[in-house]
């Protein structure tokens, strides 16, 4: 543990601004001091005590460490897009023995990377998973958020047709497996006042699943050097005894240099790749903004003609014109780099994060290639699970298995 943490770090931890810690100062909530060595103002680990939420961090490392696997465990995986959960959780010793999906060139990266992975493209809906029956241990799914129309107080398994999770709890339904691992975007959890992720819970307990309560796990907290969220949602089959405990978080927080440089993550410096390129006006107003800062750098008259409506509208939009800093972890990656207002610059060259570097991000692994065009490549990327954050979840998945199959 350390006994000092920067702006940026607390930040980071927190889940909140720097305008925010700012604020806090001015109200004597939580006020930063000057490093005793380099006057930097900081701010002491004891006075990060008070936040529940990061407590951990402030205790001795309890960071669990990867058990293998007592059998050959199995996994199926719907919504598969190109490999980050499958490859997170093959990392944590599980063998992926059917990935559906109905991009053609997410199939094509799956496909290209693990020859020996059954990949079946096209429409989930046409998938019989009846013959898997007995043969599968996880089954998981990025299902995409859609609203449910249902009457009454309870969704049942019926209620759920026409959506994709339809489609995941017949998987469910046919498989039968031990455990399903849902994950989703934060937004799931507020998505029609909550109705929507309370039924889903609803029909998987009538498919015969105690569903824990959901968790929203911290990228920045399993070794990725990005603020990105993701809601999990973890089924075990009633009566199989199975007990499932979260990965514990880290203390190490990663940053940009983490990912791109030689270092804690990687054995080299990030590999030469192709990427997109600012528009002429675009880089003009980039080439003004610091690393670690955002349109809010820019002259005001360029503020109000970048940010047009949204220059008078509330909150903060720390995301838009941002130039990512070194020391700190990348904003969450979208589906296009160089996207109107939602910027993530390279630290030191005016440009959008490469392909390679946009991968690193994400803790691909150097020899995971992504197929089709540079559009469809950053898509896939931007739409992934963190691999690590997905091998944390895996580690626990076989964690809980050796605990059923070694009784």
Sequence with gaps: MKDFYSL????????????????????????????????????????????????????????????????HYNAIELFAG???LALGLEKAGLSNILLSEINKNACATLRQNRPHWQVVEGDVAAIDFAPYQGQVDVLTGGFPCQAFSFAG??????????????????????????????????????????TTIAGM?????????DVLPPRLLKAIFYRVPQKRERVFIVGLKKGAGLEFVWPTESQDIYTLKDALKKGRLYPSDVPASAGQAYPKGKREIMELIPPGGYWRDLPVDLQKSYMKGSFNTSGGKTGMARRISWDEPCLTLTCAPAQKQTERCH???????????YARIQTF???????????????????????????????????????YYGR
């Design 8 to 71: 940026s770090e607390v930040a980071d931890i927190l889940g909140t601004t720097k305008e925010t810690l700012r604020r806090w100062d001015r109200s004597g909530k939580l006020a930063p001091v000057r490093h005793p060595i380099n006057n930097y103002r900081v701010y002491k680990a004891k006075d990060l005590e008070q936040f529940e939420n990061i407590g951990f961090m402030f205790k001795p490392s309890l960071e669990q460490t990867h058990e293998p696997p007592l059998r």
């Design 201 to 209: 819970i609803s029909v998987l307990d009538e498919l015969g699943y």
């Design 153 to 194: 107080k309870r969704l049942g398994f019926e209620d759920a047709r026409g959506t994709l999770f339809y489609e995941f709890a017949r998987a469910v339904k046919e498989v039968q497996p031990l455990m399903c691992l849902a994950e989703n975007v934060r937004g799931l959890l507020e998505h029609q006042g909550g």
């Design 347 to 357: 630290p030191e060259e005016t440009r959008p994060f490469t392909i390679r570097e």
């Design 365 to 403: 692994t150097d020899d995971w290639e992504f197929a089709g065009s540079l559009t469809s490549q950053y898509a896939q990327i931007g739409n992934a699970v963190p691999v690590n954050l997905a091998e944390a979840v895996g580690g626990s998945i076989v964690r809980a298995l050796n605990g």
């Design 82 to 84: 190109a490999g980050g």
